[in-house]
């Protein structure tokens, strides 16, 4: 259940980042409620990563970085966007960094909800 509520908040961020990057007015609010979403991706993330510990220490591990690391660069490109600084090259880095950590959570989650 919890992998099926990771995934949900998942796209619902996508759809908000997009929202917010994408968005040339009113984009502040995208980008509040996308930050509420990682209170639920904490939870979730949390109780899913003692889960694929005890499975691949190190694959969740990774994970939990991937994902401390794309949070990072969307603040960062949120704040770029709110300055009115925000450059193609962050927009592209930015969903490439979430395609890759999209991959990294199907192999952590062992290809599981889809399977």
Not at 51 to 60: E, I, Q, T
Not at 72 to 85: D, I, N, Q, V, Y
Not at 88 to 100: G, H, N, Q, Y
Not at 109 to 114: S, V
């Amino acid at each position: 259940m919890y992998l099926w509520i990771h995934l949900v908040f998942a796209i619902i961020l996508v759809i908000l980042i997009s929202l917010s990057v994408f968005k040339q007015n009113n984009f502040k609010i995208y980008m509040m409620i996308s930050r509420v979403t990682y209170l639920v991706f904490l939870i979730t993330g949390i109780v899913l990563f003692f889960k694929a510990y005890s499975r691949d220490p190190l694959l969740a591990i990774l994970k939990v970085l991937a994902a401390l690391l794309f949070i990072g660069m969307l603040e960062m490109t949120f704040a770029e966007k709110t300055k009115g600084r925000l450059t193609k090259w962050m927009v592209i880095s930015l969903f490439i960094a979430l395609i890759l950590l999209f991959i990294i959570g199907l192999i952590t989650a062992g290809g599981r909800p889809f399977i």
